[in-house]
């Protein structure tokens, strides 16, 4: 497996925007003002409408030392935090961000107040692995689709695997959350065996469990 890139690598922190402010001390817009300059965000809200933490306060475009941040979302009860660089960094950002605004702005933040976490992580990468290596049944299948499918549209049709899922039973845990998946990458050739994976894990895990996922289609 290569890696071509991590598309996005997106943490939410959850923690109440009340407990950071408990005695209403720090002026949003002053925090704000400040959060702009610190990023250096080149979008970021303008009006009072677009300050409402039950829609998210998004700022875009802005770095923290020397990693790129796509965006920022402040909610009443989460802080969201994208990059395309890991969940890791994402989650560093988070932390250090916060403890520049207790210093620098007054927030009420203490390390481990944070208690809970989600992460999501998109990636890109290259696989010699077909997704159809999974059983010998879905070879038959493809076989069999493609030649009653050529014959059917008169032309030469070859099927193939192109996204693979795993999800729990939401309707038993109405967690929300992204399911795990694998599938071709849009607007690529299949001859490129280029895919697109999607998880709601930090970035380092999906890609070992990616990397663990090839080495069990190989073995077998």
Known sequence: MQLAAVVLARVLAYVEAADLNPRGTV?????????????????????????????????????????????????????????????????????????????????????????????????????????????????RLQKSVSENASSAFKQALDFRVTQFVLDFDKTKTPLVTAPFSIQRRGNSHFTENKYFSEAPLPTEVHLKILEQFEADLIAQ
């Open 27 to 139: 002026y949003f817009p002053v925090l704000m003002r400040k959060l702009v300059d610190k990023f250096g965000f080149q979008k970021f809200p303008t009006t009072y409408e677009q300050t409402n933490e039950d829609k998210g306060i998004e700022f875009f475009e802005g770095r923290w030392n020397d990693v790129t941040v796509d965006k920022l979302a402040i909610f009443k009860g989460a802080l969201v935090l994208d990059t395309s660089a890991s969940t890791a960094d994402s989650e560093r950002i988070i932390e250090e961000a916060l403890v520049w605004a207790a210093t620098e702005c007054g927030l009420n933040y203490r390390p481990g107040m944070i208690a809970r976490k989600q992460y999501l992580s998109d990636v890109t990468f290259y696989s010699d692995v077909k997704l159809e290596a999974l059983h010998p049944a879905v070879f």
